[in-house]
């Protein structure tokens, strides 16, 4: 073999080898992709199945149930790219109950009869949650506001009577904000408009800031979903108001395939939510708001926040009552409803 030979088959293995180890380390990436597209086609259709069936059940209209000798129904409304579950009863004008984290319309359980004697009352899950559709996007107080808004206009409404507890006060505010000439009067329950007065330290609460990080709270809580909401559920003034039958039918939904996930979104989304409360917080609500703060809760800090965001606001604190004023007080929450929505 001569020094030509000596020099050109180093090179040659060389260049094989080289282009051995480029086809191995592609075939590892392209193997590595296909495992991580499967397990992420898996994992939507793992959280869709339930869903779809969920939907599927509810689809047909009418499912009818009765509350204290009053009859509602459960329906789905396809809005804003989703499907929104709701349940409706009474006649005359309409009352939306927009319930709050980590609960569902069944919040309203206890307030939703004596409302209905005069009113039609709606009371959506919200995006995400309950037996709604789940999406990866969309939890800011713009988008869910307009899922309600284009709910309350398939159902044949222009105008209502608004009310919105935890969460569903920044979607309530966002609503009145957007379409102030179709709310004729406002209640906020409970929680400060983020980023407004006292809601400026709201993002400071630790569950705020634990479940506004990406996907560790799912980790952590994943199959304690029970130890971990009944421990909201129970920092009350009435721990007992909330029943084990109650934590039931929440953690049915919260723990069911992308439950924890969207509810951790409402939090993900509170930057967004700051973000908009400061732009719609330039023209003032022209409607009457009413905002009411449990004693053993935030007590006035929703009605400071509605004083900065509103010409004709009134409220003050419900005694004996905590977070969960809906089902701690819910005889004082309808006597205060009824007599601020008959107020001339």
Not at 160 to 186: C, I, K, T, W
Not at 267 to 275: Q, S
Not at 313 to 340: C, N, T
């Amino acid at each position: 073999m001569n020094e030509k030979d000596n020099f050109h088959l180093p090179f040659n293995v060389k260049a094989i080898t080289f282009a051995m180890i480029v086809i191995i380390i592609s075939s590892i990436l392209f193997v590595s992709s296909l495992l991580i597209l499967n397990q992420n086609q898996t994992a939507t259709a793992q959280q869709r199945q339930p869903q779809q069936q969920q939907e599927q059940a509810l689809a047909s209209k009418g499912i009818s149930f009765g509350i204290d000798n009053v009859t509602f129904s459960h329906h789905i409304a396809s809005v804003n790219g989703i499907q929104l579950h709701y349940v409706i009863g009474g006649h005359g004008d309409p009352i939306v109950l927009l319930h709050g984290w980590p609960q569902t319309w069944y919040e309203w359980r206890h307030v939703m009869p004596a409302l209905a004697k005069n009113y039609t009352v709606i009371a959506p899950d919200l995006r995400g949650l309950g037996d709604s559709s789940k999406p990866l996007t969309g939890y800011d107080g713009k988008t869910t506001a307009e899922d309600i808004h284009q709910l309350v206009s398939q159902l044949g409404f222009r105008d209502m009577f608004l009310v919105g507890h935890d969460f569903g006060v920044q979607v309530a505010y966002s609503y009145a904000a957007a379409h102030p000439n179709e709310v004729r009067r406002l209640v906020i329950l409970d929680v400060p408009i983020p980023g407004i007065g006292p809601g400026q330290n709201i993002t400071g609460l630790w569950w705020a800031q634990l479940h506004m990080v990406r996907d560790i709270p799912e980790m952590l809580v994943e199959g304690h979903e029970r130890e971990y909401l009944t421990w909201f559920y129970r920092y009350t003034c009435n721990p007992t108001a909330i029943t084990k039958e109650d934590i039931d039918e929440y953690v049915s939904h919260y723990s069911a395939p992308g439950g924890m996930r969207a509810g951790f979104e409402y939090y993900r989304a509170l930057f967004d939510d700051v973000k908009q409360n400061k732009e719609y917080s330039r023209i003032k609500l022209p409607m009457p708001v009413l905002a009411l703060g449990g004693k053993c809760s935030v007590g006035t800090a929703a009605l400071d926040s509605m004083r900065l965001l509103a010409t004709d606001v009134s409220g003050g604190v419900v005694p004996d009552s905590g977070h969960w004023i809906a089902e701690e007080r819910p005889d004082y929450l309808v006597g205060q409803l009824l007599k601020f929505f008959t107020a001339r």
